[in-house]
């Protein structure tokens, strides 16, 4: 167990329509990131923040947005759902931005299936 | 762009029969390359961080060297517990943030 939680586990849903994922970092970590797991595509980095703010971005859609909460827990929204957005979703946290033994550690993911 | 490659794709092991997995990287300055262990329908696990070339790093069967163009991830007398699919990523130094840039992973099967 990293830790990390995430919710839900699984979710079905129709195209075009649009979801929420939640998680939550290990105590104490202040980065939490998101990372889309696909057959054809691999694992791939979608943002960071860091204590709230955005740091990071990577090839996240237009239609996909995230925050980060006081509270540290983050949401990735994704909307406008197309059948090519069903992946496995995970987060994972680490204690600071920048730093040398900064590693990341992934929560259980969420998987998405759209149809 | 950073990119990394590892193989081979799926490795079939028979109970103690020892292996190397392989990752290359092109990266525009390596802050630092990370092994992770993935169970099917899980989150990856974090197995080691390598930072510079020569660096080696051991835990129970499993032990990781780094190279200035490549990290091996040796396999010794593996058991079928350790059954999984192995991921190798990068850091950059010039990354923006801590991104990691993954590579496609090897799937091992050890076989009793």
């Known amino acids: 167990d990293s830790g990390v939680t995430q919710t839900p586990k699984h979710l079905i849903t129709a195209t075009g329509q649009r979801v929420t994922l939640r998680c939550s970092p290990r105590?104490?970590?202040?980065?939490v990131y998101w990372y889309q797991q696909s057959l054809d595509q691999g694992l791939q980095f979608l943002i960071q923040y860091y204590n709230g703010e955005e740091r990071a971005k990577g090839n996240i859609l237009e239609r996909f947005s995230a925050q980060q909460f006081p509270d540290l827990h983050s949401e990735l929204n994704l909307s406008s759902l197309e059948l090519g957005d069903s992946a496995l979703y995970f987060c994972?946290?680490?204690?600071?931005?920048?730093?040398?033994?900064?590693?990341?550690?992934f929560g259980p993911g969420t998987r998405l299936t759209v149809l | 762009e950073d990119q990394v490659t590892q193989s081979p794709e799926a490795l079939r092991l028979q109970e103690g029969e020892s292996s190397s997995l392989n990752c290359s990287y092109t990266v525009s300055g390596l802050r630092g390359l990370f092994w992770y262990r993935q169970d099917p329908g899980k989150g990856p696990e974090f197995l080691f961080t390598?930072?510079?070339a020569g660096e080696e790093k051991e835990k129970e069967r499993l032990k990781a060297t780094l190279t200035k163009k490549e990290s091996f991830l040796h396999i010794t007398a593996p058991k079928p517990e350790d059954s999984a699919t192995y991921l190798c990523?990068?850091?950059?130094?010039?990354?923006?943030?801590?991104?990691?840039?993954f590579g496609g992973g090897t799937r091992v099967l050890v076989k009793p």
């Open positions: 994972a946290s680490s204690v600071e931005q920048v730093s040398n033994d900064d590693e990341q550690f």
């Open positions: 990523a990068v850091q950059a130094i010039k990354a923006a943030g801590n991104k990691l840039t």
């Open positions: 105590s104490g970590d202040l980065s």
């Open positions: 390598l930072y510079s």
